[in-house]
């Protein structure tokens, strides 16, 4: 259930063969198969990739396919991207997680072995969704490497709760009702809701769980400073801190390659800044990104804003024990 990331994925502009100041990704980036390959890394700030190339909760979900192969997209978009990070930060791609034959929950639990695999070998997880079920793998992996008993916040920047009833079976609008239904040491707060992409019985299911939440029309320019206040006092209520990015919550005009796209949503400049934030905060643990859709892109305008939003969250991950973040 586990694949290595060939070199052909890792391609891009080369302006200088020694000079760190000229690097981009693809020359930065060390490709690590951690099923063979026992390593540790050697720096205190290294961020590791992982993908998840399942769609199953999407399609359980009714939603558009394609997100599949959204974690190698990203990664091409990400590799001619500048390194912009200080000298001895480090940059591992662990593979992908794979889902066969529909066994969405076995998927779910290899991508939690992997994450938590990441956590101890010291690395920060960046995990490359995928549909938002890449969520709940991404979550088992943090629950693991902090236990059972330490306050967990869960961060969503997302159009849609996903605290969908999961009886029958889950989907990619399940986790959140998951997590927050068996784990009573999580907390939830997601930024970016649609009032009318969610029904009100799941708005009235995010009041009964204690959920946290912002509507998309709230968050203009002149309350971004409220809201990052808000986000701060939730971080700091929490012992640790995970992020989740749906691109759903994008507007359309701007990420029309989603699996549920929107004539309303944020700006990338407000997600961007949200991202920072959180990717910041030193209870801040790891990062996921998911249902980027390169089968509905147009001219791959969503795998690239997808790219530079990966990229704000490993660097401000990176960025929170070194104040110069130039080479």
């Known amino acids: 259930m586990r694949k290595h990331i060939g070199a052909d994925i890792w391609t891009g502009r080369t302006d200088h063969t020694e000079r760190r100041r000229s690097f981009r990704y693809h020359q930065i980036v060390e490709r690590m198969d951690l099923v063979d390959t026992p390593w540790k890394t050697s720096s205190t700030n290294t961020c590791a990739i992982i993908g998840f190339e399942c769609e199953e909760g999407v399609r359980r979900n009714q939603g558009r396919l394609g997100a599949a192969n959204a974690p190698n997209a990203i990664r091409q978009a990400l590799a001619s991207l500048p390194w912009r990070a200080a000298e001895g930060h480090c940059l591992v791609d662990a593979g992908n997680v794979v889902c066969p034959d529909e066994k969405l929950k076995e998927a779910q639990e290899a991508l939690g072995h992997a994450v938590s695999d990441l956590f101890s070998k010291s690395a920060t997880p960046i995990i490359l969704g995928g549909g938002h ?61 649609q009032r009318f992409g969610n029904t009100q019985e799941l708005f009235d299911k995010a009041d009964e769980l204690g959920a946290c939440y912002i509507c998309e029309e709230e968050m203009h320019e002149g309350r971004m400073d409220d809201i990052t206040s808000a986000l701060q006092a939730f971080m700091e209520q929490q012992d640790y801190v995970m992020l989740t990015l749906c691109t759903d919550v994008l507007n359309a005009a701007f990420a029309p390659g989603v699996s549920a796209p929107s004539p309303f949503g944020l700006t990338p400049m407000a997600v961007r800044a949200l991202i920072r934030t959180v990717a910041s905060h ?45 080479t």
């Open 133 to 193: 079920e890449t969520l709940y793998g991404h979550y088992l992996g943090v629950r693991q490497h902090i236990g059972p008993d330490a306050s967990l916040g869960i961060i969503n920047i997302d159009a849609h709760f996903d605290l969908r009833p999961y009886d029958n079976q889950p989907s990619s609008g399940t986790m959140f009702r998951q997590i927050l239904e068996q784990d009573s040491n999580s907390r939830y707060f997601v930024l970016g809701i």
């Open 282 to 326: 030193e209870k801040a643990l790891s990062f996921d990104i998911c249902e980027v859709n390169p089968a509905v892109d147009e001219n791959g305008r969503t795998v690239k804003l997808g790219a530079y939003l990966t990229n704000e969250a490993i660097m401000a991950f990176m960025g929170r024990n070194n104040d110069d973040t130039g």
